[in-house]
C-alpha cells in the first residue's frame, strides 16, 4: 500500500524555540495532507488541512500564526511549530490523501508513523 | 450534528472472533474507514467501506449499511497483537474524516 513519511520521529527541544515536522507521501501524489493532533488516551484531532498550492484550512482553535503550514508540492507537506512551549508537547500525526487512481479503492487517507514532540 | 459512536472498551479471549459497532451520523457521506492503532503509534489503514455489504481481508471483515448508519469490523482468529484501538471514522461530504473515540480491545490467552 501507500506509504507515507514522516520526519523527524522524535524531537526535544527547548521553549521558545521552532520545530519543523516533515510529512511525505513516498509512491503517489497528495494534492490534499492533513495535519492531527493527538493526546493521551484521547482520538485523533484534526488541526488543519493543507492543500497544495494554496493556504491551509485549519480547525476553529488552532493558531495558524502558531502552526504555520507549507504544502509546498505534491508529495511534502510541512508543520512548523512556532515558539513552542510545553503545553504543545503532543503526538502529531499527518495523513495523506490518496485518490485511488486505477486502483479498486476510490480514495482512502494513509498516515505517517507520527512525531512526538516533547518542550522543555 | 455529526457524531460517531462505537463501544470504549471491549474484551475477548485469543482465537476467539470479535466484533465491533460502529454507528456515524455526518452530513453527507463518501465512506467509512477503520483503523488499527497500538499504544504510542500513529493509526494504520485496515478498510474502507462505501457501498453496502461486507468486505473481506483475511483474518480481518467490514461490514456497511448505509441506511441504517452502521458499520462492523470483525476480526477472526484473534491474536494477541490485536490488541490494540480501532477507530472508526466516516467520511463527510467535505471528504473530512469524523473520528469515533475508539475501542479498545484486550485480548486474554
Redesign the interface.
Known sequence: ?AVVSQHPSRVICKSGTSVKIECRSLDFQAT?M?WYRQFPK???M?MA?SNEGSKATYEQGVEKDKFLINHASLTLSTLTVTSAHPEDSS?Y?CSA?DLGFGTE??????????TRLLVL | GQNIDQPTEMTATEGAIVQINCTYQTSGF??L?W?QQHA??????LS?N?LDGLEEKGRFSSFLSRSKGYSYLLLKELQMKDSASY?CAA?DSN???I????TKLIIKP
Request: aromatic share 24%; charged share 5%; proline share 5%.
Open positions: 500500500g490534499t492533513f484521547q482520538s485523533l484534526l488541512t503526538f500525526i490523501r479503492i476510490q480514495e482512502t487517507q494513509y498516515f505517517g508513523p507520527g | 463518501n465512506g474507514f483503523y504510542g503509534e500513529a493509526p494504520t489503514f474502507y462505501v477507530l467520511l471528504y473530512q474524516l473520528w469515533g473515540a475508539g
